[in-house]
């Protein structure tokens, strides 16, 4: 059974920082390609940052390039999502989605979209009060 459980989510001062965590079980993790997307209740979700299997290639989206940084333990199977300098407009439940993509030029064009992946976490709650 494949599982992504997300942590690290709660409640921060603007100006703080978060590290939110993620462990990949029943799968193989090194062969994943990872991602983080955002989405508060009844909006559309937001890709906010990926990495690719090796972890040699990140994207971000532009609100977040210069605070938040991608990274992956695949001794760990895990996939971690260093935040800092929040904003209040990072609040919001962060998950984080697994899959293969396929060759780097496919994980370059596909990376940033939620349909790639097929597997995800529950998801953690990232609150920052201004």
């Known amino acids: 059974q494949v599982q992504l459980v997300e942590s690290g989510g709660g409640l921060v001062q603007a100006g703080g920082s978060l590290t939110l965590s993620c462990v990949v079980s029943g799968r193989s993790f090194s062969r994943d390609d990872m991602v983080w997307f955002r989405q508060a209740p009844g909006i559309q979700g937001e890709f906010v940052a990926a990495i690719d299997r090796l972890g040699t290639d990140t994207k971000y989206t532009d609100s977040v390039k210069g605070r938040f940084t991608i990274s992956r333990d695949n001794a760990k199977n895990t996939l971690y999502l260093q935040m800092n300098s929040l904003k209040a407009e990072d609040s919001d439940v962060y998950y984080c989605?697994?899959?293969?993509?396929?060759?780097?030029?496919?994980?370059?064009?596909?990376?940033?979209?939620?349909?790639?992946?097929?597997?995800w976490g529950q998801g953690t709650q990232v609150t920052v009060s201004s």
């Open positions: 989605g697994a899959d293969r993509l396929g060759n780097h030029e496919r994980w370059d064009r596909y990376a940033s979209n939620p349909r790639s992946y097929m597997y």
